[in-house]
């Protein structure tokens, strides 16, 4: 074989490896893109199996309960919130701010408080994580615990959308407060509330709501002194509360 052909077979084969290396790294590249996007989900799907259901110890508050509503109906002020089990926010008022309003306002006979569904996070889809949280609310207010299954809910709050309320998380929780589980199962699987989810959604669509938790008192939507897009604080609710009290 002559020395021409012999780089030409050597040129040819140096093209070939070329080219396979460049099929590896595009290769390896896009393992290990698909790898980064996967990952983060993987972890969040283990995350979500490990973490224990928090219990919680019954409240020594004795307040009047009728479903999702609290306190005495002829109470001179009426206060409604629409909240999404899923959203940070009102993970945060339900935990810090709604158990002072109970305290000082709803146990005292001044305040009727109204819990409302607004899956907002799932855009009234009955499916996702925030209409089933809402749908487990509702079978344990079948047998009188929606208020504690409420706080337990907030109480196990890991995220949004990565598996807080996984249908198997939320019968854990039920399981924990001792309810019926078997009434609960065929509550919760039939998905009986619907229609009181899905109406709750519509009359908080009525009002304009585009956020949550969003706060009614006596058909009035008090704002925050830090801001308009801030969460009013207790300071706000209880001046608020207050002067239409001193109007009564």
């Known amino acids: 074989m002559g020395k021409r052909q012999e780089m030409r077979e050597k040129r040819h084969r140096e093209r070939l490896r070329n080219q396979l290396l460049v099929v590896l790294f595009v ?10 996007l996967v990952l983060p989900t993987l972890k969040i799907a283990q995350g979500t199996e490990m973490v224990p259901i928090v219990t919680l110890a019954p409240s020594n508050l004795e307040v009047e309960m ?10 001179p002020v ?21 158990p002072i309003i109970i305290q000082n306002y709803v146990a005292t006979g001044k305040v009727y408080y109204t819990y409302n569904f607004y ?12 209409h089933q949280s809402a749908n487990a609310a509702m079978c344990a207010l079948e047998q009188g615990r929606f208020w504690e299954y409420h706080d337990l809910l907030y ?12 249908d198997e998380r939320l019968i854990a929780m039920a399981e924990s407060l001792g309810l019926d589980m078997g009434n609960f199962k065929k509550c919760f699987n039939s998905d009986k509330y619907a229609d ?4 709750d959604y519509a009359a908080g669509q009525a009002l304009g709501i585009n956020a949550t938790p969003a706060i009614f008192i006596n058909g009035q939507q008090p704002q925050s002194s830090a801001g308009p897009q801030y969460i009013p604080s207790i300071e706000d609710l209880s001046n608020f509360i207050n002067a239409l009290l001193a109007d009564q």
Do not use: H, R
Not at 119 to 130: A, C, K
Not at 155 to 166: C, H, K, L, Q, R
Not at 196 to 199: M, Q, Y
């Open 196 to 199: 009181v989810i899905a109406e």
């Open 119 to 130: 899956p907002i996070i799932d855009g009234g889809v009955s499916s996702g994580e925030s």
């Open 66 to 75: 009728d479903g999702k509503a609290l306190g005495d109906p002829n109470a």
């Open 155 to 166: 109480a196990n709050w890991i995220g949004e959308n990565v598996g807080s309320y996984t």
């Open 78 to 98: 009426k206060m409604e919130v629409w909240e999404d089990f899923q959203c940070s926010g009102c993970m945060y008022y339900s935990i810090n701010t709604e």
């Open 27 to 36: 290769v390896v590249g896009a393992l290990l893109i698909a790898f980064a």
